[in-house]
């Protein structure tokens, strides 16, 4: 029964930052509209289902009203689980539908294009103003057919949240942000990743270097930030992205925003899946081509036996460390990174969409390889696309 039950908790969905303020915004509203915030509310989530939430602090005074719901994140371990989820309402008297948006404390800030959001305003999605917008019309009708609505959502403690998101390498400053795209938090969900690496690209295209350098993680990250800004030191960190596994997300975004070189910052491991034409390069979804390394070490020149030890090996660190022993690091490594830029380079793949720069780094952080691939060719850009509400379920 134990074990049931641990299997249980961990499959517990929970709400998103948005869902929870619609929440308290239906519930103040109907404060406004009738003198009395309820003490629980069925609210309206974005993607249609109706839940009931419990609602803290209500108060109104005919002018304005104060309410609250904590936010739970189920069994995802999110850093906005417990938050405070705030919303005060002003009426603004005579401005028929209307429904502003204010950043309360806690709440970021829009310092930087390529979100969707105005630059200098509330770091609050368009999915989630729209939810709470229903919310606040449906609740009260009456209310908002005569006058408008000032909303100020805040989060106690949102600036302590927020050092441990990306807000503020996306421009995203003093605070959390306010996302959701159904209003569910999926238990350990990829989806917020995803979109902060989505996010993360568009925010690069909008910094004037026509460059975005992906990672895989902190010490590919490092690496690359020390070699780009060896080369040139201007670059801004909004300009890194580290895309984890999802290099798919991050290269279609880059062809998307029509950004002009894509710097790939990588460890073998991840180079090899690349190379094999993996996108989604986690553990669990792909395994190392083992007989392709044999391959790249037999193309430079490895003894026959060693290239049957590599073949018959787990991981693809062993060929490379191997081939470091016997002289070959380098050719290797760069043999490698050419076969990951003909492989993302197809015609079937990304073509010259972008050119492509990879550059390796082994398990000491110093560089074994920095290959280009030839310039890009691209199209007139259609138009970049803006957002990411599509794909964002967590937060």
Known sequence: MKDKAAAERGTRTGFTTGACAAAAARAAVLGLAGGSVPGEIESLLPNGTRVRFTVNDGRSDGASAHAMVVKFAGDDPDCTDGAHLTVDLRLLPGQAGVVTWIAGDGVGTVTMPGLGLEVGGPAINPVPRRNIADNLREAAPQLLLEHGIEVTISVPDGQVMAKKTTNARLGILGGISILGTTGIVKPY???????????????????????????????????????????????????????????????????????????????????????????????????????????????????????????????????????????????????????????????????????????????????????????????????????????????
């Open 189 to 395: 969900s990829t989806a917020a990743w995803r979109a902060s690496v989505v996010q993360g690209v568009q925010v690069a295209a909008t910094t004037g270097h026509d460059l975005v350098a992906l990672t895989t993680g902190g010490r590919t990250e490092t690496f690359a930030m020390a070699t780009l800004r060896a080369e040139r030191p201007e670059l801004p960190s909004a300009c890194f992205v580290q895309m984890g596994d999802f290099l798919r997300y991050a290269l279609d975004e880059a062809a998307a925003q029509g950004i002009g070189l894509v710097v790939l910052a990588v460890m073998v491991g991840k180079l090899t899946k690349i190379a094999q034409g993996e996108t989604i390069t986690h553990a669990n979804r792909s395994e190392v081509d083992t007989d392709l390394v044999a391959e790249i070490a037999r193309r430079i020149g490895a003894a026959p036996e060693d290239c049957a030890a590599i073949a018959a090996a787990e991981t693809a660190r062993f060929g490379a460390e191997l081939m470091v022993e016997r002289g070959l690091g380098d050719a290797f490594h760069r043999e490698l990174a050419q076969a990951a830029i003909d492989t993302l380079t197809a015609p079937d793949r990304y073509g010259r969409a972008f050119q492509l720069r990879v550059i390796v780094t082994d398990f000491n952080n110093q560089q074994v390889a920095d290959v280009w691939s030839l310039p890009a060719e691209k199209a007139p850009r259609a138009g970049a696309r803006i957002g990411i509400d599509h794909i964002l379920d967590k937060d």
